[in-house]
């Protein structure tokens, strides 16, 4: 197949499953916090943990925590690289839908 892309292309941290939802999510609704992130992807609060520290630790999530009422709140956003990263991984999975490397 001479328009296979190998997995080895396409952006490893955004690739996993879990990672391109958070992404998608966010790219979507530009910030969300982390109740509505859980809620929206039915993930477990330790599972999107996990997956926003290997995003933040990229360069691509920026995680803002503060109190509202007493109450903590995190809210995540993609910062400029993220997008960028996330622009690229779209182009390459077009670039594999089409058939062309």
Known sequence: ???????SE???VIHERVRLGIVSA????????????????KLTPGNLSVHSRVL????????DK????????TTL????KGKEAFRRYLER????VKGRK
């Open 1 to 7: 197949m001479s328009g296979f892309i190998p997995p």
């Open 93 to 96: 999975l077009e670039e594999f």
């Open 26 to 41: 966010l790219a979507a609704a530009g910030e969300l916090t982390f109740v509505e992130l859980c809620d929206l992807l």
């Open 66 to 73: 503060e109190f509202v009422d007493r109450k903590p709140r």
């Open 56 to 63: 933040e630790k990229a360069g691509y999530l920026l995680i």
């Open 77 to 80: 956003k993609l910062s400029a």
């Open 10 to 12: 396409l952006d490893q």
